[in-house]
């Protein structure tokens, strides 16, 4: 896989999107899964509270029987206008309900009017209010010993109350009974971490670790419910109103509510049903430990996320940068190969040109041979015809004047041109046809001598001497004898031309193996030239002297015998030239 650094972020930056996106998604559900927990640990409490607030009442349900009992009740509800009785049992219920902490004990008498009271110097005494309404007090008159009841109407205090029957033998003529505050039992709630609140089967909070829910109901309250607490006065119908609260099912027990207000209040809630008294106790705690737990696992989950994707970013950025490495490597290499692409291409180019050139030059070479060569041919020739005209012409005029033996000598003049240049042609027709001749042993020595012996004429008029000591063994070599002995009056020839303005004109030849080596004293040949002096037509001679062709037709008379003909200036002044020939089998020896 392949990626550009850029798409490696796009990528690393579209998952941690993805991530953000899912953890966001997650978050209520692990909200709620936290919330669970938390209603799960609540119900702990929740139940201690229950049971304590359950075993409060009960340890006072006793009671009202028990005071009921006392003789003087009933005696004075037979005689109500006893005033020192009644003086007596006032005093005596003060003490009871100061000694068991009651806010009220009272005796009412058949008709619910109460007769004597604790509170019976108090101001706001129950003293002469009838309670007949009340369900304590005409479930007391049915014989129920315990009859019990929470109401907050008379005094706007919240009470909770007991009542029994005051029995005279088996009649009952009268009711006492106890109230307690209700605020004794939130107290111990305070400072829990969780609120509390209890709620009658009418989802009315009467009970609450938090003053504000009291007397809230949690649902609005029918019409019915409404006229039945109106008509009881069980409780301050003024006072009531709704707790706004809204709730989310977490479980059966449990849910996550809102109370509204300022500030809204968010809560997990856990109930429990209170059966033998129809009332549901919850608690309520609050739901920002859920929310924290929840950010924290996603938190950590996060951080596990983010671990993971800074690992792959690191590895895909390295897997980038090895493969951008991989492509550099890759392009220089096609550079390089480019390069030297391009370098072959040019010296391709160059070798083409230079063969060009080459052929260019082959092709001036051989005008420039043709142009010496007509130079050379056209003064060969005319410098005998026109000798030949002056000689017609002179031969014609002594005819006229029958001058005969002058007119033969002039007509003999002009055979012997007609001799030169047929030999002039002979030349030019050898160097063109090169014709075949066998080649085949040759004594080296006497090829010498009879070359020596056709130079003898020229020494003999100009002057000059050939040093020459035949070698003390017989020297074979390969060749054919009236072709290298041109060769060699050739060189001998060029040797004396080269000295023809010295005094002292001396050739030196010796044999060395089968090489033949003719030096001489001459002005040696121009460095620059030596390349040239083998090429036909080439000449550094005046016209008429030479026509380039002698060192061009040896050189190829002593290739054809498998030789070389080469040339060199010597160290001490002159020219050397060297016919090296193949040594051969002498004759005599191939014969036995
Ligand atoms: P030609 O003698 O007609 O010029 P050759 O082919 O024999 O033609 O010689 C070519 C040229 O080589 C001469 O013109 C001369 O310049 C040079 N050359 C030949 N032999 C000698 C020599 N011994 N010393 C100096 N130059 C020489």
């Keep these: 896989m392949k990626l550009s650094r850029r798409r490696i972020f796009g990528l690393v930056a579209a998952l941690a999107v993805i991530i953000a996106l899912g953890a966001a998604l997650c978050f209520p559900a692990l909200e709620r899964h936290y919330m669970r927990k938390q209603a799960a640990q609540d119900a702990v409490p929740l139940n201690l509270a229950a049971e304590g607030l359950r075993a409060a009442l009960e340890r006072y349900a006793p009671l009202p029987a028990l005071i009921a009992e006392r003789a003087e009740l009933a005696r004075l509800l037979n005689n109500p206008d006893d005033a020192t009785l009644l003086a007596m049992v006032n005093e005596d219920l003060r003490q009871t309900g100061a000694t068991v902490k009651a806010s009220d004990v009272y005796l009412m008498d058949i008709s619910g009017r109460t007769i004597a009271a604790a509170s019976y110097r108090e101001p706001g005494s ?80 009467f009970m609450s670790s938090r003053p504000d829910w009291h007397f809230r109901a949690k649902r609005p309250l029918s019409d019915a419910t409404l006229r039945l607490i109106a008509q009881n006065l069980q409780y301050p119908i003024d006072r009531i109103d709704l707790l706004p609260i809204t709730a989310t099912p977490l479980n059966e027990d449990a849910q996550q509510v809102y109370i509204e207000g300022e500030p809204r209040e968010s809560y997990v809630l856990t109930s429990l049903r209170l059966n033998d008294l129809d009332w549901t106790m919850s608690a309520l705690s609050p739901r920002k430990p859920a929310t924290l737990n929840a950010l924290n696992t996603l938190l950590i989950a996060g951080l596990f996320a983010s671990l993971a994707l800074a690992a792959l970013l690191a590895y895909l950025l390295k897997q980038a940068r090895q493969s951008e490495a991989l492509a550099r490597e890759q392009e220089a290499k096609r550079l390089l190969e480019a390069a030297v692409a391009e370098r072959t291409a040019d010296l391709q180019t160059a070798l083409g040109d230079l063969r060009q050139t080459q052929t260019d030059l082959i092709q001036a070479g051989k005008l420039s041979a043709l142009g010496q060569m007509s130079a050379a041919l056209s003064h060969e020739f005319n410098q005998p015809l026109a000798a030949v005209k002056s000689y017609a012409d002179n031969a014609t005029a002594f005819l006229d004047r029958d001058r005969l033996p002058e007119a033969k000598d002039n007509i003999s003049r002009i055979s012997k041109m007609a001799d030169r240049m047929a030999t002039i042609s002979a030349h030019l027709r050898n160097f063109a046809r090169r014709p075949q001749q066998a080649t085949g042993p040759l004594l080296l020595n006497t090829v010498i001598q009879d070359a020596l012996a056709v130079i003898d004429m020229r020494l003999a008029s100009e002057g000059g001497t050939v040093n020459y000591t035949s070698p003390t063994t017989e020297v074979w070599v390969t060749g054919g004898h009236v072709r290298l002995q041109q060769v060699i009056v050739n060189l001998i020839n060029n040797a004396l031309d080269a000295m023809e303005d010295q005094p002292n004109r001396v050739v030196t030849m010796t044999v060395e193996g089968t090489t033949l080596h003719v030096r001489d004293t001459g002005h040696g040949i121009e460095p620059a030239k030596v390349a040239n002096i083998f090429d036909p037509f080439f000449t550094t001679k005046a016209p008429g002297k030479g026509l380039g062709l002698g060192l061009s037709i040896s050189f190829n008379i002593v290739s054809d015998f498998g030789g070389a003909l080469s040339a060199a200036n010597h160290p001490d002044g002159g020219a050397v030239f060297s016919v090296a020939l193949q040594p051969a089998t002498p004759l005599e020896v191939a014969a036995q």
Excluded at 182 to 187: D, V
């Design 126 to 205: 129950y003293l002469g209010r009838n309670f007949n309404y009340q369900s304590y007090f005409t479930q007391a008159l049915t014989g129920d010993l315990s009859s019990f009841s929470v109401y907050g109407t008379t005094t706007g205090e919240r009470g909770y109350f007991y009542a029994a029957p005051v029995e005279d033998g088996e009649r009952i003529v009268g009711v006492l009974a106890i109230k307690f505050n209700i605020s004794a039992f939130e107290s111990i709630w305070r400072g829990a971490d969780s609120e509390f609140m209890v709620a009658d089967r009418n989802d009315f909070v």
